[in-house]
């Protein structure tokens, strides 16, 4: 039972950022929703909230400040107010725009909805956006971890995650089955669970279109659309379609298919975007065979998440594998990794990518110079071999050192950097 009644109260300082027609307006001291997370959650963002506002209060000098507005949701907020993701900590988010969050934990089975899931949902943000590149130093099992600098478009909205399905022996799933078989002669085995994969045309156009604008704005070379479209036409296959529709109607001027490029003998002008399209079987050998060859990456929901896992692997693990989870305006930043329950608490875990998300919602608020000394500073902590456990394990000569202490040295390095 809930012991105390939420209410949520902005701080007394610090603006709002507002949606204009041309993008965000975002003042000098916007005000931001943290979501701590559970497990491992408060230590990592503690970590990262330290380092961002060491990276704005440098590069501004001082003229720059974060409002952080601590917000519940996740265990504590269950504990606290019965409720894992309460009415109000939603409402503060799609209010206040952009938000930074820790990992919260989803109990496994019946129940509950993921709360990451929920979030995406009724924020909808549907671009999961995550970059994959390695940091000089990061222990990796390539060979050549450098070669791989890539980003993740991953739909976040439908998809076998829509969270239409049914459990074997349900009315409803029954009553699919028997709907199956009577008006479509598709036959399904009566034991069964059944569930619904829709993939939609303007849910895959506005994702692909998102991706694009990316390339181009970072100057990115290519755009692959990946799909199972040989096995799922009308899903898959059709998310492939509509990806080349939006390159062809939206950004003819900017982009050319690579069967274009190879009618052409390959040439491409520097400021072209190439879209191509690969399997997403033949992906995965892809980032691992050939990773110079991929850029930003465009694809379905659970396609891009088995892809982003591994992929993060290539360049030292989901320790520093940061997350973006963008809409048209609103956007939640967080580290790919899970709450950790069994390291919460030991101030003994990675805050990489706790940090690194923060780098994402720098540029993300415009704030370039600031993402940039902190992603530097990072940069400069992990090469001179200061690093947390996971990644002092698989290195000589590291110096192992404390969440708290990972977090002590970037923000060192950030002043270091601008004295
Ligand atoms: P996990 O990512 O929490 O942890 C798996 C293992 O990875 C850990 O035991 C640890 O060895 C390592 N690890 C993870 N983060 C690390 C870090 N920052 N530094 C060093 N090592 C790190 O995955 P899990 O155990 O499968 O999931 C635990 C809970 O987290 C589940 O409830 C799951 O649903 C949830 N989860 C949440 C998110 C999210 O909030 N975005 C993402 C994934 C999983």
Excluded: C
């Excluded at 549907?126 to 990061?138: C, D, E, L």
């Excluded at 939206?250 to 190439?274: M, P």
């Excluded at 989870?325 to 956007?331: E, L, P, Q, T, V």
């Amino acid at each position: 039972m809930p012991s105390e009644a939420l209410v949520l109260r902005p701080p007394d300082v610090g603006h709002k950022i507002l949606i204009a027609q041309g993008g965000l307006k975002v003042p000098d001291d916007p005000i931001l929703p943290l979501i701590e997370g559970d497990g491992i959650g408060p230590e990592v963002v503690r970590a990262a909230v330290q380092a961002i506002d060491a990276a704005v209060k440098v590069t501004s000098d001082g003229r720059r400040s974060i409002v952080w507005y601590r917000v519940p949701a996740g265990e504590t907020a269950m504990f606290r107010y019965g409720d894992m993701l309460p009415a109000a900590t939603l409402a503060t988010i799609r209010e206040f725009v952009v938000a930074l969050k820790g990992p919260m934990t989803t109990p496994v089975g019946g129940g509950f909805r993921s709360l990451n899931v929920t979030l995406r949902k009724a924020l909808d943000l549907y671009a999961n956006v995550r970059p994959v590149y390695w940091i000089p130093g990061t222990p990796s099992p390539v060979a050549h971890p450098e070669r791989l600098d890539i980003v993740i478009f991953r739909e976040g909205t439908e998809d076998v995650y829509a969270g239409i399905e049914w459990e074997k022996g349900s009315p409803e799933a029954q009553r699919m089955i028997e709907i199956l078989e009577k008006e479509f002669q598709a036959r399904v085995r009566p034991d069964s669970g059944i569930g619904v994969k829709p993939i939609s045309e303007t849910g895959s156009k506005r994702l692909v279109r998102k991706a694009i604008q990316y390339a181009i704005r970072n100057h990115r070379k290519s755009v692959t659309l990946v799909h199972k479209g040989n096995i799922m036409k009308y899903t898959e296959g059709a998310f492939r379609a509509w990806g080349y529709e939006v390159a062809k109607e939206e950004f003819g001027d900017r982009t050319i298919t690579w069967e274009e490029a190879a009618r052409s003998g390959g040439k491409v002008s520097q400021d072209q975007i190439v879209i191509k399209d690969v399997i997403a079987d033949n992906m995965f050998q892809q980032l691992l065979l050939r990773p110079e060859e991929y850029d930003v990456l465009a694809t379905t929901n659970l396609n891009g998440d088995y892809l982003s896992d591994a992929a993060a692997a290539q360049i030292g693990g989901l320790g520093v594998a940061p997350g973006g989870n963008i809409g048209d305006a609103h956007a939640l930043f967080e580290p790919t990794h899970g709450s950790a329950p069994k390291y919460a608490g030991m101030d003994k875990v990675n805050p990489t990518a706790e940090i690194l998300a923060g780098v994402m919602m720098l540029e993300y608020l415009g704030w370039t110079d600031a993402a940039s000394a902190l992603r530097d500073a990072v940069r400069t902590v992990v090469s001179s071999k200061v690093v947390t456990y996971d990644l002092a394990r698989h290195m000589t000569g590291a110096k192992e050192v404390s969440t708290s202490g990972f977090a002590r040295a970037v923000v060192e390095a950030i002043r270091g950097a601008h004295r």
